[in-house]
């Protein structure tokens, strides 16, 4: 039933762009459309030719857009993201993303995208500038977080790392994921007196969080400070949950 209703919905859409042949947005729409119910698919089978064939009219319509209107961000940065995600074709990816951030410089999904690339090609250096740019833009962008981890380990230089969102954490104001990232890669140094203190910072901005709350339960039974543990169980049962 579901693939009849895709087909049913797809045949539409093209019915459809026979009438809109010069529409960015009727272009966009299709693939934007198509896009999302090809990505299941594609991770089961990625060489199921039907799916080849649904992420070349994917590609195609994407490149309509942005020949009918060459500033159509959205469009730039998700034919970037198809050549990334269904072919590993970084260069293209950049080549497009890096478009799509000329017309919207604060657009997350694209200096993440370009990150993500760079980052595969080793070029650590641009790599580094897009995922900083990702964070400062959202810092509640939860991916950014493990790409940036990851850059900056191939970089060998975690302290780097840890001072580079200080320095984005005075800029944007307190952010939980910020302060929650800085204790992980404390933690991952082996400097957990430090960790922790960053972790009660997150908490503080969040005290719903009963997970972190747990963590830090445990983090101080470890370290040998009973007050501090009880201190937090005590939070732990009289916090409000997320739903309250």
């Known amino acids: 039933r579901r693939q009849r209703q895709m087909c049913i919905r797809d045949s539409l859409y093209t019915t459809d762009i026979e009438h809109l042949e010069e529409s960015a947005k009727a272009h966009a729409l299709i693939s934007n459309t198509m896009y999302t119910g090809i990505i299941s698919d594609f991770k089961k089978n990625p060489n199921n030719p039907k799916v080849q064939k649904d992420i070349r009219a994917v590609i195609y319509h994407f490149e309509e857009a942005i020949r009918i209107d060459s500033t159509y961000s959205t469009s730039l940065n998700n034919l970037g993201s198809a050549y990334l995600n269904f072919y ?17 410089s604060n657009y997350v999904q694209a200096h993440f995208n370009l990150a993500y690339s760079y980052l595969a090609l080793k070029n650590y ?19 950014s977080y493990d790409l940036f981890n990851q850059i900056y380990a191939g970089k060998k230089d975690l302290k780097g790392a840890i001072d580079v969102l200080k320095k984005i954490n005075v800029s944007v104001g307190d952010s939980k994921p910020i302060l929650m990232n800085i204790g992980n890669l404390y933690s991952i140094m082996k400097s957990d007196t430090i960790a922790v203190q960053y972790f009660e910072k997150a908490y503080n901005l969040d005290r719903a969080d009963k997970k972190l709350c747990n963590h830090l339960v445990k983090m101080f039974n470890i370290q040998g400070n009973p007050e501090k543990a009880q201190y937090y169980l005590c939070l732990l049962y009289t916090s409000p949950s997320p739903r309250d």
């Open 88 to 104: 590993r074709n970084y260069p293209a990816a950049i080549k497009y993303c890096e478009e799509a951030i000329k017309y919207d």
């Open 125 to 143: 250096k641009k790599a580094t500038f897009h995922i900083v740019e990702t964070i400062k833009s959202n810092p509640n962008y939860m991916p």
